[in-house]
């Protein structure tokens, strides 16, 4: 299927840009918007796969605009793609529901490749931007639960590479064994915990410190 997709962006000729390049790299972008308010409404007009997602809005941040969008849609999922790079603006939206984190310095193939990634539901992280986030949520992490539920420790580390964005093809790769193998375990793992994708199961890694080595 046609990922579907929607940028917000207050800045006309980079939002329209941005529109042009994916539309010709084969997705379909079905809205544009330039604020928090607009981005919330058409979000739930046009129902997007995925939402590119700037952090400087005229009425707003993108993390706000973000918790707008998920509100009022909560399957989309949202990549962050903007200038700063600042370990507040990274943080609050992760924490607001952003999927992932791009700065605009990307090439074009980067974001292309970054937006597939993210409608398959993988965290996609500009390189130095994931060890700041997963170094954040460790220190956050509590001490885990007496009653947590028990991961065997190949889907135990099955998780780390997931927390790390990685791909199942990926991860069978580094762990010498198959795809479809990976996938049984993210699936035992997801009935385990009780998550419902992949996502949430990068999340629950995080905010756990599974990804640790």
Known sequence: MTLRVMVVDDHPMWREGVARDLTDNGFDVVATADSVAAAGTRAATVLPDVVLMD??????TGAQA???????H??????I???SDERDDVLDAIKAGATGYLVKSAQQSELIA??????????VFTPGLAGLVLG?????????????????????????HVAK??????????????????ENHVGSALRK?????RVELARYAIEHGLDAD
Do not use: H, K, W
């Open 136 to 160: 954040e949520y460790r220190r956050m992490s509590a001490s885990p639960r007496a009653d947590a539920p028990v991961l065997t420790s190949r889907e135990t580390e099955v998780l780390r």
């Open 81 to 83: 793609l903007s200038a």
């Open 114 to 123: 970054a937006v597939t990634a993210t409608g398959d539901g993988q965290p």
């Open 165 to 182: 964005g990685l791909s199942s093809r990926q991860i069978a790769t580094r762990l010498e064994i198959s795809p479809r193998t990976v």
């Open 74 to 79: 909560p399957g989309a999922r949202v990549l």
């Open 193 to 197: 915990l009780q998550l419902g994708n």
């Open 55 to 60: 952090m400087n809005l005229p009425d707003g």
């Open 66 to 72: 973000t918790a707008a969008v998920l509100a009022v």
